[in-house]
């Protein structure tokens, strides 16, 4: 467990580290996701602490958005004042995004067996 | 009375200078959001996450604690989320087999639909006269929030605001797949989940995983592919249309 999560941070590291210096489009946990992506292509497995750490994190990603999303006590009088737009934006996006993905997806795959 | 008790101000003082009091409050949130979801048989409605939020705001609003103090010490649970979006890789990874063949749908699925996410959401906002900065707060909504801060810091929106945007598009996508891809007529999992990762990154990807595993390893594949395009293209289109 430990050994994997030491591996993964130090891939955050490296990809904070490009993220500064080399590629500041990019932030920084994306460039470790690749600078990982790679190098488990290159090993050809997944170590078998490293899978035990990202299935904790996989399972549990709901936990890590609540300190941000409650922000949202912040900005509340502002979301209020906006409250019809913001509310109709955020329901009819989900739905088109989803929408728009899955009927593209349908098209394109849809001579592949299921 | 013992009088080398401290007296309960005292107690409180302490506790809420340390970060301790917002971790508890913020794990203790969650794990009842997780055990309403499971008590209501894992009803789209009863999302975890939306729960924890709303415990968690309703209470430092009630103790009159500032955001800002509570973020000081829940700062260490955000900070992981850096570390799950590097973590995503090894679900990626694993779906790159059944990626093969399927990459050019699942790209352009992904282009399709990161694009109507800004567009719809810019646009609706825009045509409901919503000002500068809630709208800056959409651009990056249907990416993983932690990626969706960082693209907010470099296109010169509020990244709070962005994520709590994002938080509730995953809720909201989680809530309403089942609903729309039924409509639809969607029928394989694997495109049901692409879609719902790809709309509603993390919190969509939880729900696909507990509905089934195929769903919950494409949803995984959709936000990362989502999250790292959308950390190139959306500040590049910002920039290209600003």
Not at chain 2, 98 to 114: C, E, S
Not at chain 2, 216 to 231: C, F, N
């Amino acid at each position: 467990m430990i050994a994997g999560l030491v591996q993964i941070l130090l891939f955050q590291g490296l990809g904070e580290i490009a993220a500064r210096f080399l590629l500041p489009l990019i932030p920084g946990p994306v460039i470790g996701l690749v600078l990982l992506l790679a190098w488990l292509r290159v090993r050809g497995s997944v170590p078998q602490s490293v899978d035990l750490v990202a299935t904790a994190f996989s399972q549990n990603l709901g936990l890590l958005f609540v300190p941000a999303a409650v922000g949202v006590v912040m900005y509340w009088p502002h979301i209020r004042s906006n409250a019809l737009a913001v509310a109709a934006a955020l329901v009819v996006s989900v739905i088109a995004t989803m929408a728009v993905t899955a009927l593209v997806l349908r098209a394109i795959a849809k001579d592949e067996p299921e | 009375m013992n009088p080398q008790l401290p007296a309960i101000h005292e107690i409180w003082v302490y506790l809420s200078g340390s970060p301790l009091l917002a971790l508890i409050l913020t794990l203790s949130a969650y794990q009842a959001g997780v055990m309403i979801y499971e008590k209501a048989d894992r009803n789209p409605l009863a999302n975890p996450v939306a729960i924890a939020i709303a415990i968690v705001a309703a209470v430092i609003t009630a103790i009159d604690m500032p955001y800002a103090k509570y973020f000081e010490g829940a700062q260490f649970v955000h900070f992981l989320l850096g570390t799950a979006t590097v973590a995503l890789a090894v679900p990626i990874y694993k779906g790159l087999d059944a990626l093969r063949g399927r990459i050019f749908p699942l790209l352009a699925a992904l282009l399709a639909g990161g694009a109507t996410s800004i567009l719809s959401a810019v646009g609706i906002a825009r045509l409901l006269g919503a000002d500068a900065a809630i709208i800056g707060g959409f651009y990056a909504k249907s990416v993983t929030a932690p990626i969706a801060m960082g693209v907010a810091e470099r296109i010169n929106a509020s990244p709070t605001l962005t994520a709590v945007f994002a938080v509730t598009t995953g809720v909201l996508g989680a809530i309403l797949v089942r609903f729309v891809m039924d409509a639809l007529g969607m029928k394989s999992w694997w495109q049901r989940g692409f879609a719902v990762g790809v709309a509603a990154h993390g919190i969509g990807t939880s729900r696909a995983f507990s509905v089934h595993p195929e769903a919950g390893t494409y949803a995984s594949l959709g936000m990362g592919l989502h999250g790292v395009l959308g950390a190139v293209l959306i500040p590049l289109a910002v920039h290209f249309f600003a």
